[in-house]
């Protein structure tokens, strides 16, 4: 039987989210953002009644971050919700929430405060050592970077390269060359 069906027979709320925020979690990096968004969205209804929780902060994170991926404006109001409680944060989804405020930002034209908050994203990973948090905030930052210096994405793309070598994160390493 499959983690969901486990924790729901024994009313374990929290980690059928969990496991439905896990099960997301992949499709996002199969590019599967609308049935993540699917999935997260069903998820978090179903604990609509709960107090805050870091299970439910993560899949608030999750969903933001499958709705930036889409581009939708959405992606910013639930990455609010989630840093509206800073105690139910570890701070892998903190920094991983800012990256997608950021992101977010950036689509949405609001390009200084996406700046700012990329750029201490960026200084956040690096502090936490998270490596895919690392490479998350270099790569979405070069966007903004790209119209404003040329050198400044190169040396980006090549912080990214470093940290993919380091790491051993192949498909970071063809984007950072590409």
């Known amino acids: 039987r499959d983690a969901v069906a486990l924790y729901a027979d024994r009313g374990d709320r929290l980690g059928v989210l969990r496991s439905h925020t896990a099960q997301a979690f992949v499709k996002l990096a199969e590019h599967g953002d609308a049935a993540a968004i ?29 709705l930036m991926l889409q581009g ?10 989630v840093l509206e409680h800073p105690a139910a944060l570890n701070q892998r989804v903190l920094v991983n929430t800012l990256i997608t405020r950021g992101s977010i930002l950036l689509y949405l034209g609001r390009l ?8 201490g ?6 502090r936490l050592g998270d490596p895919m948090a690392m490479l998350r905030a270099r790569n979405n930052m ?8 040329v050198p400044g994405v190169l040396d980006l ?22």
């Open 112 to 119: 200084t405060e996406s700046e700012a908050v990329l750029r």
């Open 38 to 66: 699917a999935i997260l969205r069903d998820a978090l209804a179903d604990v609509a009644d709960l107090p805050s929780a870091p299970e439910i902060a993560e899949a608030q994170s999750e969903l933001a971050r499958a």
């Open 72 to 81: 939708s404006p959405e992606a910013l109001l639930w990455s609010d919700r």
């Open 121 to 126: 994203s960026v200084v956040l990973a690096d």
């Open 142 to 149: 070069a966007e903004l970077i790209e119209g404003q210096s």
């Open 157 to 178: 793309a090549r912080e990214v390269y470093e940290i993919a070598e380091r790491f051993g994160e192949r498909t970071w390493i063809q984007q950072a060359i590409g």
